[in-house]
């Protein structure tokens, strides 16, 4: 690799503010703030929304089965007659 090229890896702490949650992951993000958690100092990142708090996540959002385009077709026009 190239020296002075690439950006500082390092571990982040991202805040879930809709769930209230923290979670350290590895990331290039620069950010001012930081944070102490477990007795570690972080940078700090807030976010809106992570797999803590996406209803797709947690289960909270339904999933619709939907049919194929030929049985959405047969279903709106089977009561036309052909005479």
């Not at 991202?14 to 930081?34: E, L, N, P, Q, W």
């Not at 708090?53 to 047969?74: I, L, M």
């Amino acid at each position: 690799m190239k020296p002075g090229i690439h950006p500082d890896y390092q571990q982040v702490a991202f805040h879930d503010t809709a769930a209230d949650s923290y979670f350290v992951v590895g990331s290039t993000i620069k950010t001012d703030r930081t944070i102490e958690l477990e007795g570690v100092t972080y940078p700090y990142v807030p976010i809106d929304v992570s797999s803590e708090s996406h209803p797709f996540y947690t289960g909270k959002q339904k999933a619709v089965a939907s049919d194929g385009r030929v049985a959405q077709f047969n279903r709106r026009f089977k009561n036309l007659s052909t005479k």
